[in-house]
């Protein structure tokens, strides 16, 4: 067997139970040292957050979870736990990250311009749709040929040459 950390050591396996569930591992021995004899690898995001004792309790009001879980797994239990933990992530997010504003790509020009225009063939496809329904109910076979025409030249423009 080979390590799942490395790739490349011969591995055995190592049974750990960890939070109630046994986890069965598959390291090297200098990996396993390494992931799991060190303390400091049970509670690493605690030295992000720090250790203030008597926030130890704190707790989600919504999910339950405390901020010395946190510390220990570096996961959240729902989207209040920000506003719960909120003094204590702060620190935590600004030094992972450096900056505590989301700052992400901005979609180019071209895509807006392709979103409206496929939203517009969405938005002419429902109503050729309910149109052809109409001409359906009504018995009208010519206005009912040139609406599936049209239908099926929206379609070629939205799916390509599917036409669907």
């Given at each position: 067997?080979?390590?799942?950390?490395?790739?490349?050591?011969?591995?055995?396996?190592?049974?750990?139970?960890?939070?109630?569930?046994?986890?069965?591992?598959?390291?090297?021995?200098?990996?396993?040292?390494?992931?799991?004899?060190?303390?400091?690898?049970?509670?690493?995001?605690?030295?992000?957050?720090?250790?203030?004792?008597?926030?130890?309790?704190?707790?989600?009001?919504?999910?339950?979870?405390?901020?010395?879980?946190?510390?220990?797994?570096?996961?959240?239990?729902?989207?209040?736990?920000?506003?719960?933990?909120?003094?204590?992530?702060?620190?935590?997010?600004?030094y992972?990250?450096?900056?505590?504003?989301?700052?992400?790509?901005a979609?180019?020009?071209?895509?807006?311009?392709?979103?409206?225009?496929?939203?517009?063939?969405?938005?002419?496809?429902e109503?050729?749709?309910?149109?052809?329904?109409?001409?359906?109910?009504?018995?009208d076979?010519?206005?009912?040929?040139?609406?599936?025409?049209?239908?099926?030249?929206?379609?070629?423009?939205?799916?390509?040459?599917?036409?669907?």
């Amino acid at each position: 067997m080979v390590c799942t950390n490395c790739g490349s050591n011969f591995a055995k396996q190592y049974r750990r139970t960890q939070e109630g569930r046994e986890l069965v591992l598959t390291l090297c021995e200098s990996c396993y040292k390494k992931l799991y004899s060190e303390p400091a690898a049970e509670d690493f995001f605690a030295s992000f957050v720090g250790r203030t004792e008597g926030k130890q309790g704190k707790s989600c009001p919504v999910c339950g979870l405390t901020l010395a879980d946190f510390r220990r797994t570096g996961l959240l239990g729902c989207a209040d736990c920000y506003n719960a933990f909120r003094g204590e992530l702060l620190p935590t997010i600004r030094y992972v990250q450096g900056k505590l504003r989301h700052e992400g790509k901005a979609p180019s020009g071209e895509a807006d311009e392709r979103y409206d225009l496929v939203r517009d063939l969405v938005r002419t496809q429902e109503s050729l749709r309910a149109r052809i329904s109409e001409a359906e109910h009504d018995g009208d076979e010519l206005e009912l040929e040139r609406l599936k025409t049209e239908l099926a030249r929206v379609n070629r423009k939205l799916y390509g040459e599917e036409g669907r």
